[in-house]
């Protein structure tokens, strides 16, 4: 089964709209963390957020937002005001447990801003 | 400036040779991990180390090798074994230790294009 579910493959969203990027995942742990992570044409990956499962609070990073729905098992980013420079591909990934601190990576969602 | 550090760029590989993938962290962090990704995919773990000396077997280590002899440097090499080496090959750190709330996050390098001729 999959651990981290990217269901939207890409995404076409107007320039200053709000999007929001699915993710849903699937642990037996308490403990885990969620991050998205942006993926520009040039290829580097950037951080952009993290959510732990034990905080209480919604993650919010500047214009970004984390929408983390615990019993759910899902994760999702909220990008306000979307801007031509947010056009890239962005992933989701989840960190099991404090011990390991490999990232398990959803397969991406596209998303192309249009002027 | 801190971060990661990935040469060559583009690589170019005959088949039926080994090609060695540079990686160099200066942020002093204990972990580094090397991923495949291939077009429109997600990453896909090749190997980490959290400790010199010391390394694990990702999901799809068939056909790569590595080495850690010193905490900056995590070198991957593609080796002849690799049926279809030609992807994106992404280099990334973490710190281990930190406090309760650290993240943790995993740092990453630019990247390097290798494509069988």
């Known amino acids: 089964a999959q651990k981290i579910t990217q269901t939207q493959p890409g995404m076409f969203v107007q320039e200053k709209e709000a999007v929001t990027l699915d993710c849903t995942y699937d642990?037996?742990?308490?403990?885990?963390?969620l991050f998205w992570y942006k993926q520009p044409s040039s290829g580097e990956m950037i951080f952009l957020i993290y959510?732990?499962?034990?905080d209480e609070q919604n993650a919010t990073e500047g214009r970004y937002s984390l929408n983390f729905q615990k019993a759910r098992k899902s994760a999702n980013l909220v990008i306000s005001a979307s801007q031509l420079g947010d056009s890239a591909m962005y992933f989701c990934?989840?960190?099991?447990?404090?011990?390991?601190?490999?990232?398990?990576w959803g397969a991406g969602t596209k998303l192309i801003i249009k002027p | 400036d801190g971060g990661i550090t990935q040469s060559p760029k583009y690589l170019f590989r005959k088949e039926g040779q080994n090609v060695t993938l540079s990686c160099e962290q200066n942020?002093?962090?204990?972990?580094m991990y090397w991923y495949r990704q291939d077009p429109g995919q997600g990453l896909r773990l090749i190997y980490y180390?959290?400790?010199?000396?010391?390394?694990q077997k990702g999901d799809i280590a068939e056909g790569y090798s590595v080495s850690r002899e010193k905490k900056e440097s995590f070198p991957l090499t593609v080796t002849s074994a690799q049926k279809n080496p030609t992807a994106f090959y992404l280099c990334?750190?973490?710190?281990?230790?930190?406090?309760?709330?650290?993240?943790?996050?995993?740092?990453f390098g630019p990247g390097t294009r290798l494509t069988v001729l």
């Open positions: 959510q732990g499962s034990y």
């Open positions: 942020l002093n962090h204990d972990a």
């Open positions: 642990t037996s742990d308490q403990s885990y963390g």
């Open positions: 990934a989840m960190r099991e447990g404090r011990s390991n601190y490999q990232l398990i």
């Open positions: 990334a750190s973490t710190q281990l230790a930190g406090a309760l709330n650290s993240y943790n996050e995993q740092f």
């Open positions: 180390s959290q400790i010199v000396n010391d390394f």
